[in-house]
C-alpha cells in the first residue's frame, strides 16, 4: 500500500472535506494532504457554540460544522493543515483506544518536525490534545475515524495571523494561548515545513513505498519556491515558443518548471494527422447545427475528430452560450464577455438528438461563473428535455466545477445522469499554468461528490503541456482514489500562438502505457491515444465498463 503525498495548496474547506470523504470510500492507498484553508472556523461535533466569540463573517471567515472530535478552531493561510487519509492497523473500529493511540501518533510526528526545524521543548499537554511550546498551543488536532480509517488531522501554525484566534476560545480552552513558528522566532517557510511534515509522514506511514505530488505555488502565496519538482525537457530550443507566447503563460509555466515548448510551426508526427472527410453526413449534421442555432464543442475547440465523429452521426453539444468566463491556457473556445444564455437551449438540443436518432449524447458548456448557480440549471433543463423527446437516450455530461457550489452540483446530480465527466485536465504541477481559474482539489472534490451521488464518473488529462509520465501515473492514482469509472487521455495540440506551447508529443505506445497503468490503479476503463478527447467514442467506453462490471466478456 503506497502513501500518496499531495500539497494542495490553498483549498476550501468543503472541497477538503469531500476529496477525503472520497478516498475514505473509494481509495485502496494512504494518502496526505497537505494544504491550506481558506479563513474558516470549524465546530467539531462535541463544540460549544458559546466558543465562537464573534461572527466569523466578521472577520472574514466562514463558519462550518464537521465531523471530527475536539471543538472549535480556526484555520487560515499561514497555517499547515495535514490531512492523512489512513488504513490504520488494529482493532479498526474507531473505538477510543485506537483513536488516543492514533492521535499520539500525529502530536509524536509534529513533536519530531518541530525538533527537525530547531524548535526545543515542543510537548503534549497533560490534558488537552495537540501539541504546546512554553505553555502556547502551535499544533491543533482533530480526527476522525471510522471502520479503520482515519480523517481530519492536523493544523500546524507556521505563521498565520494569530489575532484571528481572538474570535473564538481556541479548542474550547479558556484562557488558552495561541503561538507559530513565527512568533517563536523560527523563519521555516511554508515550503520547508511541507517538506519536513511529508519527509516524517513518509518514514511514519509510507513503509510499502510514497510518491509526493506538489501543487506550484503562486507569488501571492508567498513561497515562491517549486517544491520537489524539476523542469520538464523541450525538444526545441528556447526562443522557439518564447517568441509568441504571452508573457503571462511563460511566467507561470516557469513557476511549475517547464521550458520553453516547440513553436507553432513545429511539424506534427504521422500518428496525429487525422483525416479530414467532410461527406454528406458532417455536412448535413452541419446543417442541423446551424437550423437549430446550437454550438459544438467539436468546432469550438478545434476537435481534430470532427471528421470522424460528425461523419458517424454524433457530435458533443455545448451549451450556456459559446462564451467562457474563464482563461485556460490550452483551450480555443471564446472568452470574451459572456451573453445571457440562450433562451429555449435544451428543447433544441433536445430535437437535434432526436433528429439524428442518438443512443448516447455528450452535453458540455463553457465555464460560467458569472451565473448565480455556474450554468447547473441548463444542465439539469438539457437532461431532461432529451429524455423527454428521446427516452431511452444515454446522456453524458461533461461539466465545470461550478465554483465548488454544492446545491449547484447536487442539481445536476439530481437529474441522474448516466455519466458525469469533469475534467481534471493536467498533473497538480501544472494546475496554475495551465487552469489558473481551476483547482486540482476541487475537481477531484466535484468527482467524489458525483460518485457519493451514485453517479458514473469520468474525467480526463491532456497530455504534452510539460507534465511527466509519472506525474500522470499520480494523477491516474488520485483519480482511482475517488472511484471514478472512465478516464480519456490525449495529445495537446497548440491551437494558435497566444496559447501554451506544447512541450512534447506523446507516442502512441507511451499513451497505451499509461492506460494499462490506470486500469491497474483500478479505473475500470481508459480511453487513451493521442487524439482521444473528452467525448470520443464516448458511448463505446460507457458501454465497455458496463460490459466490465457485468462480467461480460470484451475479447482479448
Known amino acids: 500500500m503506497i502513501l500518496r503525498i499531495r500539497w494542495l495548496g490553498r483549498v476550501g474547506y468543503h472541497d ?7 478516498l475514505v470510500a473509494s481509495s485502496s492507498d494512504d494518502h496526505l494532504l497537505l494544504l491550506e484553508h481558506a479563513p474558516v472556523v470549524t465546530l467539531g461535533v462535541r463544540a460549544d457554540p458559546a466558543h465562537v466569540l464573534v461572527p466569523p463573517a466578521s472577520v472574514g471567515a466562514e463558519l462550518v460544522r464537521t465531523d471530527r472530535g475536539g471543538d472549535v478552531t480556526y484555520h487560515g493561510p499561514g497555517q499547515l493543515v495535514a490531512y492523512p487519509v489512513l488504513h490504520l492497523p488494529g482493532k ?29 521543548g515542543a510537548e503534549r499537554h497533560p490534558r488537552h490534545r495537540g501539541v504546546w511550546v512554553g505553555g502556547a498551543k502551535i499544533c491543533a488536532i482533530g480526527v476522525r475515524l471510522s471502520r479503520g480509517r482515519s480523517m481530519h488531522g ?8 494569530l489575532s484571528m484566534f481572538d474570535s473564538i476560545v481556541p479548542c474550547g480552552i479558556a484562557g488558552g494561548e495561541v503561538t507559530s513558528l513565527a512568533a517563536l522566532g523560527i523563519g521555516a517557510t511554508m515550503g520547508e515545513v511541507v517538506d519536513a511534515v511529508a519527509r516524517r509522514g513518509a518514514e511514519r506511514w509510507g513503509q510499502e513505498g510514497s510518491e509526493r505530488q506538489d501543487s506550484t505555488p503562486s507569488p501571492e502565496d508567498g513561497d515562491p519556491r517549486t517544491l520537489g519538482v524539476g523542469a520538464c525537457s ?22 511549475a518548471g517547464v521550458a520553453p515548448g516547440m513553436g507553432l510551426s513545429e511539424r506534427k508526427p504521422p500518428w496525429l494527422r487525422a483525416p479530414v472527410r467532410h461527406g454528406p453526413e458532417v455536412r448535413s449534421l452541419a446543417r442541423t447545427m446551424r437550423s437549430l442555432e446550437l454550438t459544438t464543442v467539436c468546432e469550438e475547440a478545434g476537435c481534430p475528430n470532427l471528421s470522424e465523429c460528425w461523419s458517424q452521426g454524433t457530435a458533443t453539444f455545448m451549451i450556456n452560450g459559446d462564451r467562457c468566463t474563464r482563461a485556460c491556457g490550452f483551450c480555443l473556445v471564446d472568452t470574451r464577455r459572456p451573453e445571457p444564455p440562450p433562451v429555449g437551449e435544451a428543447e433544441r438540443v433536445a430535437e437535434a438528438t432526436a433528429g439524428m436518432g442518438l443512443a448516447h449524447v455528450v452535453v458540455t458548456a463553457v465555464a460560467r461563473d458569472d451565473l448565480a448557480d455556474g450554468g447547473a440549471g441548463a444542465f439539469a433543463a438539457t437532461i431532461a428535455a432529451v429524455r423527454r423527446r428521446v427516452p431511452g437516450c444515454a446522456v453524458e455530461v461533461l461539466v465545470p466545477d461550478c465554483r465548488g457550489d454544492v ?3 447536487v442539481r445536476i446530480f439530481a437529474a441522474r445522469p448516466e455519466v458525469l465527466n469533469h475534467n481534471l485536465e493536467t498533473v497538480l504541477r501544472l494546475q496554475r499554468a495551465v487552469r489558473p481559474s481551476a483547482s486540482y482539489a476541487r475537481s477531484l472534490a466535484v468527482l467524489a461528490r458525483a460518485k457519493e451521488a451514485g453517479l458514473v464518473t469520468k474525467s480526463g488529462l491532456v497530455l504534452g503541456m510539460g507534465e511527466r509520465d509519472d506525474e500522470v501515473v499520480g494523477a491516474l492514482a488520485d483519480l482511482a482514489g475517488v472511484g471514478v469509472d472512465i478516464v480519456t487521455l490525449g495529445q495537446y495540440l497548440r491551437p494558435t500562438a ?19 497503468a490506470g486500469e491497474r490503479l483500478g479505473i475500470g476503463h481508459v480511453q487513451a491515444s493521442p487524439l482521444t478527447r473528452s467525448s470520443y467514442h464516448a458511448k463505446d467506453a460507457a458501454e465497455s465498463l458496463h460490459r466490465r462490471s457485468s462480467g461480460t466478456s470484451v475479447g482479448p
Open 16 to 22: 477538503a472535506l469531500a476529496l477525503q470523504r472520497g
Open 92 to 120: 479498526g473500529g474507531g473505538g477510543m483506544s485506537d483513536t488516543v493511540a492514533y492521535v499520539r501518533s500525529l502530536e509524536q510526528l509534529v513533536i519530531d518536525v518541530l525538533g527537525g526545524l530547531g524548535v526545543h
Open 154 to 161: 492536523f493544523a500546524l501554525n507556521v505563521n498565520p495571523d
Open 234 to 255: 523541450s525538444s526545441a530550443p528556447a526562443s522557439a515558443a518564447a517568441v509568441a507566447t504571452p508573457v503571462r503563460l511563460r511566467r507561470r509555466l516557469a513557476r
Open 407 to 409: 446545491d449547484a452540483l
Open 498 to 516: 497566444r496559447h501554451l506551447p506544447v512541450a512534447r508529443w506523446v507516442e502512441p505506445a507511451t499513451f497505451a502505457a499509461l492506460a494499462r
